[in-house]
């Protein structure tokens, strides 16, 4: 179901709860946001402050209790499992804190792989290229026969980043991207991931626990308890 909506990403009133044995578990309570597209987004808290549960919901990964989950004008309530999976295919790539490489797959096999899946008859030559081309943007031009065992934590992290913009994503959704790395691999993985989203003018929405990651983005949503307490506006 499609509604109208100015944003790229826009919350109502959304709540989510988890079953327990003597009732249900409140994780987020009346999430509302907005988020325009091309903006970097940070959405910063504590430990168990609902980070990654609202990125769950803004993936479509995970349905709402209450409120609704509105993508480029699609209630994602509203679509059943196929349609939300179409969807993200089409929309949406992801950067993991460890990675999801595959790890009997070299790196460009890795890129490749959701380009095949979104190919539509698409040249496996072409995708190729496309894949090639992100490896060399990140650095790796020249270790794309190599497997993730094969890489340093650094670069895998760069072999996820160039995964998530070869399909063009109009949102990339990021999870503690630099969680696994150590400081100075973290930076440079920092200015690579800005660098590729300005020049894609991709919207990006991370979660972090990482103070000099959040403060690169354009607006900061803080959670604390589950409770939106900074940067709903867009």
Same mark, same amino acid.
């Given at each position: 179901?499609?509604?109208?909506?100015?944003?790229?990403?826009?919350?109502?009133?959304?709540?989510? !709860?988890?079953?327990?044995?003597?009732?249900?578990?409140?994780?987020?309570?009346?999430?509302?946001?907005?988020?325009?597209?091309?903006?970097?987004?940070?959405?910063?808290?504590? !430990?168990?402050?609902?980070?990654? *549960?609202?990125?769950?919901?803004? $993936?479509?990964? /995970?349905? $709402?209790?209450?409120?609704?989950?509105?993508?480029?004008?699609?209630?994602?309530?509203?679509?059943?499992?196929?349609?939300? %999976? $179409?969807?993200?295919?089409?929309?949406?790539?992801?950067?993991?804190?460890?990675?999801?490489?595959?790890?009997?797959?070299?790196?460009?096999?890795?890129?490749?792989?959701?380009?095949?899946?979104?190919?539509?008859?698409?040249?496996?030559?072409?995708?190729?290229?496309? %894949?090639?081309?992100?490896?060399?943007?990140?650095?790796?031009?020249?270790?794309?026969?190599?497997?993730?065992?094969?890489? !340093?934590?650094?670069?895998?992290?760069?072999? $996820?980043?160039?995964?998530?913009?070869? *399909?063009?994503?109009?949102?990339?959704?990021? /999870?503690?991207?630099?969680?696994?790395? /150590? !400081?100075?691999?973290? %930076?440079?993985?920092?200015?690579?991931?800005?660098?590729?989203?300005? /020049?894609?003018?991709? *919207?990006?929405?991370?979660?972090?626990?990482?103070?000099?990651?959040?403060?690169?983005?354009?607006?900061?949503?803080?959670?604390?308890?589950?409770?939106?307490?900074?940067?709903?506006?867009?």
């Amino acid at each position: 179901m499609t509604t109208t909506s100015p944003w790229l990403i826009e919350t109502r009133q959304l709540g989510q !709860s988890v079953p327990m044995q003597d009732g249900f578990l409140p994780i987020l309570h009346d999430i509302n946001i907005a988020i325009n597209a091309g903006e970097s987004v940070a959405i910063t808290g504590s !430990s168990g402050s609902g980070k990654s *549960t609202l990125l769950g919901l803004l $993936a479509g990964l /995970d349905i $709402a209790s209450q409120g609704q989950v509105l993508l480029a004008g699609h209630d994602l309530g509203t679509l059943d499992e196929d349609a939300r %999976a $179409a969807l993200r295919q089409r929309l949406i790539g992801f950067v993991f804190q460890n990675f999801q490489l595959l790890p009997h797959l070299s790196a460009l096999e890795n890129v490749m792989l959701p380009l095949e899946l979104a190919a539509r008859g698409s040249i496996r030559g072409d995708i190729r290229d496309k %894949a090639r081309h992100w490896l060399t943007r990140v650095g790796l031009g020249a270790r794309e026969m190599h497997t993730p065992r094969q890489l !340093s934590g650094g670069e895998q992290q760069r072999v $996820a980043i160039a995964r998530a913009f070869a *399909t063009e994503p109009k949102l990339l959704l990021a /999870d503690e991207p630099t969680g696994n790395l /150590d !400081s100075q691999t973290g %930076a440079r993985i920092i200015e690579l991931l800005f660098e590729a989203h300005a /020049d894609a003018a991709t *919207t990006l929405v991370l979660v972090t626990h990482d103070e000099a990651l959040a403060s690169r983005c354009q607006r900061q949503l803080h959670l604390d308890a589950g409770r939106l307490v900074r940067g709903a506006g867009a």
